[in-house]
């Protein structure tokens, strides 16, 4: 990180420390004030309080845990019934973020073997912490109490190999394709022969990167209350291995 970005980066950890209060309030009072009349909402209740026990270390264990019955074929399927529909319908609070790509081989909730209201998952081509995925995940952890968030690159990425190609890209595929470059030219300098596998994996650990310069992210990272982390999924096994 250059000295402009580091210093921009402290700025926003400055406006969060005195704003972030009201912000918070704000935008919680929107998300869970409806919630007061209804009377589900002891149960919602119940679900944020349960997951206030969660810490980020316990979510990233839960997720691997469930990641592991996937690729054992001992699924549990926990939250998928009609009882679960009920407790989250009227509020959520997941304790994981997945920012995932948009590839219809890696849904989240399958290879990690979680349920309905587990997972606050973001998919977009390429797993890109691109401004708006930033902004869903800040919502997602600093209002809904996420305590963990996983970039989940994948083998064989399309929007990968075709920065690797370069080339002239219609529409907005462009603007995914700029957000994958550093991480690919990371991994040009980087030993081996599979460099489709090694800028898939560098492409994570940049997005990574630019997640941990949020302020919102930044700071819930710094007060202990939030993880944040890059894997990547075997398409051929179905297991998720950490890199970060």
Known sequence: MNENNKLGNLSRRH????????????????????????PESVVAQNIVAQNKEVTPDVALQKL???????????HQRPNQDLARLTEVAESQ??????????????????????????????????????????GSLEFGT??????LIMVLGHARCGAVQATIQGGRFPGQIASI???????VERAQREP???????????????QVEQLNQSAIIGDLVDKGQLKVVGAYYDLSTGEVTLLT
């Open 142 to 147: 600093m209002i809904l109490g996420a305590k």
């Open 177 to 183: 394709i700029d957000d994958i470059k550093v991480g």
């Open 15 to 38: 406006l969060i420390k005195y704003g972030g209060g009201f912000l918070g309030t704000g935008l919680a009072a929107t998300v869970l004030g409806s919630n007061l009349n209804h």
């Open 64 to 74: 691997m845990e469930g990641n592991a019955r996937f690729v054992e074929q001992k």
């Open 93 to 134: 609070a997941p304790y994981a973020a997945i920012l995932g790509c948009a590839d219809s081989r890696v849904p989240s909730e399958i290879v990690f073997d979680q349920g309905v209201g587990d997972l606050f998952v973001c998919r977009v081509a390429g797993n890109v912490a691109s401004s708006e995925e930033i």
């Open 192 to 206: 081996g022969t599979n460099k489709l596998e090694l800028a898939i994996k560098a492409n994570v650990k940049y």
